[in-house]
């Protein structure tokens, strides 16, 4: 999850838009694990706006994916991964291609699994037999899960 302080919150102002929002001058991230950086579309009617999101784990991307509508889409989502899931010391933002729930040979659900556009796939499974995982369910799919325009 992503931390907040109080030090860091802005104070209220017209200028961003909803007075029940609140906004920060930055967050904190204390774990070290893969999270998502995409583009929420709203078409307003007579408006149609992108923002950006941070969602932290496949669980809220999850949930954010059913309540989308013919008002609200997905255009981009990227995968920011910690350096420790590629062999490296960096983070690093990716075009997400897919996410997916994997399990072992013996049928315990291990974790995901998350594949980028440029053919990189990235776990955090604890199994030994990694290249024996069977997904089992998809998650998130790029060709499906994303719109270009309204």
Partial sequence: MFKTYSHAELSPAGI??????RHWKF????LHHPW???EL???YGDDIVGSM???PTVPILQQMLSELDD???LAQA??????????????????????SIAED????????????VGGACYSIHHSTQRDNLKVTEIIFLAERDLRVSG
């Fill in 16 to 21: 961003f838009g909803e007075p029940a929002s």
């Fill in 71 to 73: 008002r609200s889409w």
């Fill in 41 to 43: 579309v709203r078409d």
């Fill in 78 to 99: 990227h995968l920011m991964s910690p350096g420790h899931m590629r062999g490296g010391n960096d983070w690093v933002m990716e075009p997400l291609q897919e996410v």
């Fill in 53 to 55: 999101l941070m969602i």
């Fill in 36 to 38: 998502f950086y995409v």
């Fill in 105 to 116: 040979a013996s049928g315990t659900e291990e974790g995901y699994i998350y594949k980028v």
């Fill in 27 to 30: 967050i904190e991230l204390e």
